[in-house]
Structures are given as C-alpha cells and as structure tokens.
C-alpha cells in the first residue's frame, strides 16, 4: 500500500492501494466457521475409510479361497 505524506497522517489510502485492495479482497475465516462449513468431509472421509477396508478384507479373502 502506497501513502502520500500528507495522506499517511490521516490514515488514507491512495487510488492504487484502494484499487489493488478491491482487486485482491481478504477475507478472514475463523475455525469455527470451517469446521460448520465442512463437517461434512468428516463423515465422507470415514464412509471412504469404511469402503476401503471392507474392500481390501473382501480382496484378501478372494485371494486367500479362490485358487484353492
């Protein structure tokens, strides 16, 4: 952010710094907030987990009765 000497004393900002501050918006994000946008990644993520290892103790199984 670029400030004009006369302008740092108050405190505002030049066209440029405003102009490069409404190009690039911050937004700050609390973790509350995430954890009640995302929770459900969670339980998907178990879901998956869950599928996974049912699916590699079904393989294993296979693997262990079918060639016999």
Do not use: C, W
Request: charged share 15%; no cysteine.
């Amino acid at each position: 952010m670029q400030r004009v000497p006369s302008q740092q004393a108050k405190g505002e900002l030049t066209q440029a710094a405003i102009a490069d501050l409404l190009h690039n918006p911050t937004k700050t994000v609390s973790v509350e907030q995430l954890k009640q946008e995302y929770t459900y990644v969670v339980s998907d993520l178990r879901s998956m987990g869950i599928l996974a290892a049912g699916l590699v103790v079904l393989l294993v199984l296979l693997a262990t009765f079918l060639p016999t």
